[in-house]
Structure formats: C-alpha cells, structure tokens
C-alpha cells in the first residue's frame, strides 16, 4: 500500500473549545477514579507469560545427573545464527558425549529449531527472562551452567492443538 | 517594660473576645502562628509532589510511587535527601551571584504570600482574640498582589544567569506570560472589592458569608481569576517557560540539586496560595455554606476548628483542580497565549468592571441595602445574563485560536486549493 498523506479540513470558525476542555476532563477524571490500572508491580507480581515463551537454554539430565546430550550435531547444523558449539567425546564403551557445549545467548535467536531438532530432547529453550550478568562473556553459557538451569522449559508447537488449548 | 500576659491574666482584665493589643501575647503568638504555618506550609508543599505524581499516575491509569513507604508515601522523604545529597553544579559562563540569588528570589515570594491569608475564624486566648492568619495585614489582598508579582524575578533571574539560550527563552515568556495575565488577574479582581469595598481579606470573607459567595455574585471574575492563577503558577496549559518539549526546562535547565528544588518547590507554594486566594476572594474563605453562626461572635475553638475544615477542604480541592486541569490539557502556544491574554481576557475585565461597578451603583441609587436578598438576587440575574453572554461568545473559537484563523479568508482557500491539486493529499482525502 503506497503511503498516503491524508489533509485535514482544520476548523477555523465554529470550534467550541470549552467543550472540548470539559470533555477532556471528564475524561481524565473517569480514568483517575477507575481502579483498573495497567502497571503491574513488577519484581512483586509478574505477567504470567505464554507456555510456549522461548527464553534461555536448559540442558535436560539423566536420572545420574548427566546431561542426555550424546553429542549428534544436529544442533550447531540446524542453528540459523551459529550459536551452538560443540565438540564430541567418546567414552571407552562407545557413547557419544559433549565434551564441549557452549550457546552464545548473544548470538541466539531464541527460534527453538535447537530444542525442535534434538532427537534426545536435550537441549531446551527455558520459560526465562530475566538475564543480567556483569560481562559479556558470561552470556556464553557453558554445559555445566546449562544443565544448573532450573527454569521451565518451553513447550514445543502442536499441530493438532495450533492455539495451545 | 510592656506588661506579661501572665500578670493581665490573673487581673481578669482581658476579654478574649476582643483583638490582642498586650506587645508580649501578640508577639509570641505571631512566633507560633509563623513556626506552625511554615512547618505546615512546607510539609504540605512536599505532599503536594507526592499528590501530583499519584494524580498523573491514576489519569493515566498507573499506580505512581509505591515503593519507599505505604503507597510511596516516603518517596516525599527520598527525594528531599537525594536533592540534598546532589552535587551542586555551576555553569561556567553562569553569572554566579545571580545564579545563587535566583531560587531565593523565586522561592521567598511564594513563601510570603501566605503571610496575610486568613484560614479560620479568629482563635480566643486569655490575652485576647487571635486573628488566624500570620498577619492580618489591613491591605491583606494589595499585598498578595504586590508580593506574587516578585516571583517573575527569579524565574527570569536564573534564565538570564544561567548564560542558556534555553534558559532565557523561559525566563524570557515567563515574564511576558506573567505580567500579561498579571493585568487580567488584577482587573478581575477590582470587582471583588467593589463589593467588600475592603481590601482587607477578612472583610472579603464576612462580606461573601452575608451577601453570597462570590463565586455566584461574580462568576466572571471568577472564571478569568481562575485562568490568570494557572498563567501565574506556570501551570499548565501555561506553562510555557518550562515547555519541556521546545525550552528542555526552560528557566531551570542548568539547575541542579536543591537550588533546582526550590523551583518546583515555590511553584507548588504559588499553587497553595493561588489555591488559598481563589477559596478567600471567591469561595467565602474559612466560611461554611449555608450557615451564619461560624461568622459571628462569640469565637470558640470548635468554630476554629471547623472552619479550619472547611477553608483546608476548600484549597485541597483547587488543588486537585490545578494537577487535573494539568494531566488534561495540552499546552498553549505562544501566540495563542498572548491573544488570550490581551485580546479577550483584558478586555472582558476592563468590561465587566464597569458592568459591576454600574450595578453596585444602580442598586445603591435604587436604595437596595447591601446584603439584601434583593442586592444579592440582583447581581445574581445580571452575573447569569454575563456568563450565558460570555459562554455562547467564547464557544465559537474564540478564546484559543487555530493556526489557520491567522490566514485570511481568500488565502486559507488558496492553500486548501493547492493542497488538493497533490497527489498524495488527494488520495488522502479521498477515504
């Protein structure tokens, strides 16, 4: 649609400012005495956010206490910003783990392919938003720091129930 | 050596009913009244930032301060030490005396105004009657009016020493804006004393509670009073000289800390007391509607008391009238200012003084006894016929002009002309 700019015949003779004026001051008047107000108090009371919110990574764990990562790679390929890094280890019976798993939240774009894509459900994109660190290089969380996360984690999409009822 | 009051006490020689005249009693009193009508003053000033905040807040459907305290109340407390605590900085090209000198000169005046304003009936003692207003000066009105007119001063002292273009832009329409609505106020209020035929604020009052407010009696002066207060406070809508938009803060730009404290602070002063003088010249003062006995001897504490009510009652309430005017209207422009100023609301003082002063003279020819239904009914009809005049005149775009008011006929229709010949504006108007 082209832009248009619309040109507004302005009153110039019969304007009743002074109804204009009590009518703007009922008006402020009706908003100053209803109760309802927007603010939410934040750190008090938080918005509840959608079950479906994609915020900072968790890394999933066995009952031992390890991550279920087994180190495939499919992650850092599907990864439309090239957040994820990870090198693969082996362990003496064959089992492949991560020997290093590093999402640079800077870089991610919270799109959730990493936690769509994972065949372990690993990896998980977490119902979190409130980040603060004092340097940027703490914003590259490290597995251990992943899989310390305790936050929720966010559900994927369903196609039988695409509005999440 | 002037008698002490304990001495005359016991003699049983002072009436409480009547004015102090012992040099002690009348002095210490005056000390009291001072030390609680400052302290009451100042509290009162700082609630008031807390009031506006809140009341801005609720227009626009948020809570306001609700941390520091119940309900934000010690936010009040948070921002005095803060303001206190700040550094104290000096523009370099600043003109330092008169940078220093600014505040106060704002700051006094609305501070003194208060002095002569009387807010309840007079108070007995057993030195005598006490007048409940610091000074119960007998040209209590002349003074407010010459005292509020020293507050430009400061504003344009510390537009002009702040060496700012912003700064002294504000300083600069302050002064305009003020001493153009000065006039109006002024002239508003001659009809005022027309009738108390007193300059004396407690004769104003008594002569409201016999006759009838004058808000009924004069309603015009009234409404154009009301207006010149906000012009003279800087409130909005006129408050060009901080115009935060156009100005940064206009006169206060380069202020900070305390010294930049004191400027909203004497604007919430001016506010009280604008506030006071609507309540004294127009709304009866200390006086209780639809009553007799509060004004009339003997005095007690209780009809102090009360009346102290009533008068508090009455400022609180043009004070939630200045922030909701506030939160409301958006802000005049310059020339739009001055075309209120000096092409309607001089005019219609200057005209609605000799209306008043034709009808005081008329009915006092047709030997109507002043504070007569007769009287009262009288200015009653002829205010009516005023404002019905004044509201169906004004309602017609009169009073704040649209920009393109200033074009003539023939050339507004040139320029609609052109601007429909464009492409764009043509696709425009056609939805």
Known sequence: MAPTTRVLDRPTGEVSYLRATLSGMTQTLKHLVNPHKVTVQYPHERESISPRWRGTHRMLTTEDGKAKCVACGLCPTVCPANCIKLVPGEDERGNRYPLVFEIDEFRCIFCGYCQEVCPEEAIHLGRHYENAEYSRASFVYDLERLTAQTHPVSQLWDPTDPKGE | ?431
């Open chain 2, 1 to 431: 050596m002037m008698p002490l009051p304990a001495p005359a006490l016991l003699a049983g020689a002072i009436d409480p009913q009547l004015p102090m005249h012992d040099f002690w009693p009348f002095t210490l009193t005056t000390i009291v009244k001072l030390a609680i009508v400052f302290s009451v003053y100042m509290v009162g000033v700082a609630l008031l930032t807390y009031a506006e905040r809140k009341i801005s807040a609720w227009i626009q459907d948020r809570h306001g301060p609700m941390e520091v305290g119940p309900w934000g109340l010690l936010q009040v407390a948070a921002d005095g030490v803060k303001n206190f605590m700040k550094e104290e900085t000096y523009p370099a090209a600043a003109n330092k005396t008169l940078f220093i000198l600014a505040p106060m000169l704002a700051f006094i005046p609305a501070l003194l105004t208060w002095a002569v304003i009387p807010f309840a009936s007079p108070l007995p003692t057993p030195w005598g009657l006490m007048s409940m207003a610091v000074a119960d000066l007998p040209v209590g009105f002349l003074f407010t009016l010459a005292i509020s007119s020293l507050g430009v001063y400061g504003i344009v002292l510390a537009g002009w020493a702040s060496n700012n273009k912003y700064a002294l832009l504000g300083g600069l329409r302050s002064s305009a804006q003020m001493i153009s609505y000065e006039i109006a106020m002024g002239m508003s209020t001659v009809a005022v004393l027309l009738l108390a035929g007193n300059v004396n604020l407690n004769t104003i009052i008594l002569q409201q509670a016999t006759m009838g407010w004058n808000v009924l009696l004069l309603s015009v002066a009234f409404l154009l009073f009301f207006v010149a207060t906000y012009a003279e406070t800087n409130r909005l809508p006129f408050d060009l000289p901080e115009a935060e938009s156009e100005l940064i803060a206009g006169y206060h730009t380069e202020y900070s800390a305390m010294k930049f404290s004191l400027f909203p602070i004497s604007e919430y002063a001016n506010m009280v007391t604008a506030s006071a003088l609507t309540s004294v010249l127009f709304f009866g003062g200390w006086d209780i509607p639809f009553t007799t006995w509060d004004n009339l001897p003997p005095w007690t504490v209780t009809k102090t008391l009360l009346t102290l009510g009533f008068f508090a009652m009455k400022v609180i309430f043009f004070l939630f009238t200045f922030m909701w005017i506030r939160w409301t209207l958006p802000r005049f422009r310059y020339d739009q200012l001055m075309s209120l100023g000096w092409k309607v609301m001089l005019p219609v003082a200057l005209a609605y003084v000799v209306v008043v002063a034709g009808a005081v003279l008329a009915l006092d020819m047709a030997h109507v006894a002043r504070g007569t239904k007769a009287f009262s009914g009288a200015l009653l009809l002829l205010n009516l016929a005023c404002v019905a005049g004044l509201v169906v005149w004004m309602d017609r775009g009169r009073v704040v002009s649209p920009a393109a008011s200033r074009l003539r006929g023939g050339e507004l229709n040139r320029l609609r002309a052109v601007a429909g010949r464009s492409r764009l504006a043509r696709v425009g108007l056609e939805r």
